[in-house]
């Protein structure tokens, strides 16, 4: 079975700055895409930003220039830095990464975080 297991959530002031991090545990054979979803209180989820195996980023236009996703130096790591917060930035973030087990190495399944809350106060 595969974990993701989200850190680094909290309480921050407009203009602050909060770091997320998301780490894969489990029977891993190979991770393809990262991306990390939010979702407000009485809205859809959302798309922030995703992350290609080889790197290549996309973002939605709300966060254009004030966040960042990366991939960590363990494989099975990825963080969202989060600059500039705004009082709407505040929403349970998710991160979703496509793994492929070692059963089925030909399958990318899809795996969610347990999310975390960011609350951006004004």
């Known amino acids: 079975q595969v974990q993701l297991v989200e850190s680094g959530g909290g309480l921050v002031q407009a203009g602050g700055s909060l770091t997320l991090s998301c780490a894969a545990s489990?029977?891993?054979?190979?991770?393809?895409?990262m991306a990390w979803y939010r979702q407000a209180p009485g809205k859809q989820r959302e798309l922030v930003a995703s992350i290609s195996s080889r790197g290549s980023t996309n973002y939605a236009d709300s966060v254009k220039g004030r966040f960042t996703i990366s991939r960590g130096n363990a494989k099975n790591t990825m963080y969202l830095q989060m600059n500039s917060l705004k009082p709407e930035d505040t929403a349970v973030y998710y991160c979703?990464?496509?793994?492929?087990?070692?059963?089925?190495?030909?399958?990318?399944?899809?795996?969610w975080g347990q999310g975390t809350q960011v609350t951006v106060s004004s």
């Open positions: 979703n990464q496509q793994i492929s087990t070692p059963q089925a190495i030909g399958v990318l399944y899809e795996f």
């Open positions: 489990g029977s891993i054979f190979r991770i393809d895409a």
